[in-house]
Each structure stands twice: as C-alpha cells, then as structure tokens.
C-alpha cells in the first residue's frame, strides 16, 4: 500500500467528520470506537491533522475536533503531507538514500514518472470524491 496506516487513519476521521455532520466537537474517542482504531494512535494523526489547520480542536467536557474545510476544499493531498508529509513523493521507492536525478537507481526514472501521476491524482481528489454514501458502508 502506497499510504501509511497513519494516512488511512487521518483520511477516515476526515470522512467520518462528514459523515456524522456535526457542526459541534466530536471526541476522538467516538471516532476512535467507531472506526476501530486505537485511541492512542488516533489521537496522534488528529494532531498532525491540527497543526496542518485540517481540524480543529478543543479541549474540555465537550471537547473534541471538527472539520475546518468543506469536503470540497480538503484534497486528498492536503491530508497525506499533514500525516506523512513529503516523504512518499520525494524519497527514493527502494529506500535508497543516494538515489536523486543525478544519481539515479535502477527504477528510478520509472517511479519518478510514476509517483507524479500519483501525485497529480491525490492533488485533484477532494474528499467530497471519497464519500459517495452509497460506495462507503463504514469507514
């Protein structure tokens, strides 16, 4: 899988904020119960998804997070780069630490031509495109 655990994570509290529709606060913990992942590593990626002013949070009895952008206005890119940031489109694909346009590995012409396809496509989603109600049974 291209993304992190981490991304798909972020990528599912987005979708649940817009499925549950709340202009108030929802706890991490309702998403982390409803998504069935760990509270903990949920609460991680709700901060990096913060810093990057994709949520917004507040503490407190009726703390929690919401959306600050419609799904119109949050891209799928703006949500990998707040988790993982530039890492799966400027590292080398086989880890090579070397590996750059003038030292090029073996694939690495091919995973360049390959990872800005990728990247024009997650540039071009929004997540209104991700949450056809009828295609997304849970998240």
């Known amino acids: 899988m291209l993304l992190s655990k ?7 509290i987005v979708i649940y904020l817009l499925k549950v529709g709340s202009n108030g606060y929802v706890r991490i913990q309702e998403i ?5 992942v760990p509270l903990y590593r949920l609460s991680k990626v709700a901060q990096k998804l913060t810093r990057e002013g994709l949520l917004e949070s507040y ?8 959306l600050t ?3 119109d206005n949050i891209h799928l890119l703006n949500v990998v780069r707040a988790v993982d ?7 080398c694909v086989l880890g090579l630490e070397n590996c750059n346009d003038e030292k090029p590995c073996a694939v690495h012409e091919h995973w360049k031509e390959a990872r800005d396809v990728i990247l024009n496509m997650f540039e071009s989603k929004t997540i209104r495109d991700l949450i056809d109600i009828d295609k997304i049974q849970e998240v």
């Not at 982390?32 to 069935?36: A, G, T």
């Not at 503490?59 to 919401?66: E, F, L, Q, S």
């Open 59 to 66: 503490t407190g009895p009726n703390g929690g997070v919401r």
């Open 32 to 36: 982390s119960n409803h998504c069935n």
């Open 69 to 71: 952008k419609t799904a």
């Open 85 to 91: 940031g530039d890492d799966a489109f400027s590292r």
């Open 6 to 12: 981490s991304t798909e994570y972020g990528i599912r």
